[in-house]
């Protein structure tokens, strides 16, 4: 089992940067795809980004592409997602998420989930 916990969320000015970080609790977290969702107000929870096991691969959201960078250092048992030019439609609460090998952009093939850190993009 995975624990999940994100920190780094913030409010910002439009065209800042954040860095948000998923740290996890045990021993095979390498073993473990990740991926980042959002939610803002009122509206689904959506596919923001997606990193393979080894970090080699990646995967983005048209809306993030660009913008926003997905790494993982396995020995820290950390993922990050590196935010730049922010915008205010993309202010909402950020989730990462570990799934298996298998696991693709779809919420439900994902197994483990965080609590969620605010993000906050004012304009």
């Known amino acids: 089992q995975v624990q999940l916990v994100e920190s780094g969320g913030g409010l910002v000015q439009a065209g800042g940067s954040l860095r948000l970080s998923c740290a996890a609790s045990g021993r095979t977290f390498s073993s473990y795809v990740i991926g980042w969702f959002r939610q803002a107000p009122g509206k689904e929870r959506e596919f923001v980004a997606r990193?393979?096991?080894?970090?080699?691969?990646?995967v983005y959201a048209d809306s993030v592409k660009g913008r926003f960078t997905i790494s993982r250092d396995n020995a820290k048992n950390t993922v990050f997602l590196q935010m730049n030019s922010l915008k205010p439609e993309d202010t909402a609460v950020y989730y990462c998420?570990?799934?298996?090998?298998?696991?693709?952009?779809?919420?439900?093939?994902?197994?483990?989930w965080g609590q969620g850190t605010q993000v906050t993009v004012s304009s």
């Open positions: 990193i393979g096991r080894s970090g080699a691969t990646t």
């Open positions: 998420a570990a799934g298996s090998l298998f696991t693709t952009t779809e919420q439900r093939t994902y197994f483990y």
